[in-house]
């Protein structure tokens, strides 16, 4: 069975960096696209970015593009998000997932694998 551990999360201030990492278990990490949520207090689980199995496709939810980069090295079952220009209003549990063959990139019932999640606070 597939197992994902997060890590990377702090405190950091605002304008900073962060990079997170998930690592996965099994022989067959390379065949299923991947993706990152995060969730606030009081709030839904929320889309931040997916790539695709190869590495060749991403995604991005709106509130992050072009500050946020997702990665994979398949060679070492590892999945990033690196995390730049960070704001208050990022601060989640940031969680990695892994993807289902078909449907949505956007939608948590899409993954069927969780992590356990990291925090990331934003401080102004």
């Known amino acids: 069975q597939v197992q994902l551990v997060e890590s990377g999360g702090g405190l950091v201030q605002a304008g900073g960096s962060l990079r997170l990492s998930c690592a996965a278990s099994g022989r067959t990490f390379s065949a299923y696209a991947m993706g990152w949520f995060r969730q606030a207090p009081r709030k839904e689980r929320e889309f931040v970015a997916a790539?695709?199995?190869?590495?060749?496709?991403?995604y991005y939810a709106d509130s992050v593009k072009g500050r946020f980069t997702i990665s994979r090295d398949n060679t070492k079952n590892t999945v990033h998000l690196q995390m730049n220009s960070l704001r208050p209003e990022d601060t989640a549990v940031y969680y990695c997932?892994?993807?289902?063959?078909?449907?949505?990139?956007?939608?948590?019932?899409?993954?069927?694998?969780w992590g356990q999640g990291t925090q990331v606070t934003v401080s102004s």
């Open positions: 790539i695709s199995w190869s590495g060749g496709t991403t």
């Open positions: 997932a892994r993807k289902i063959p078909s449907g949505s990139y956007y939608y948590t019932h899409e993954y069927d694998r």
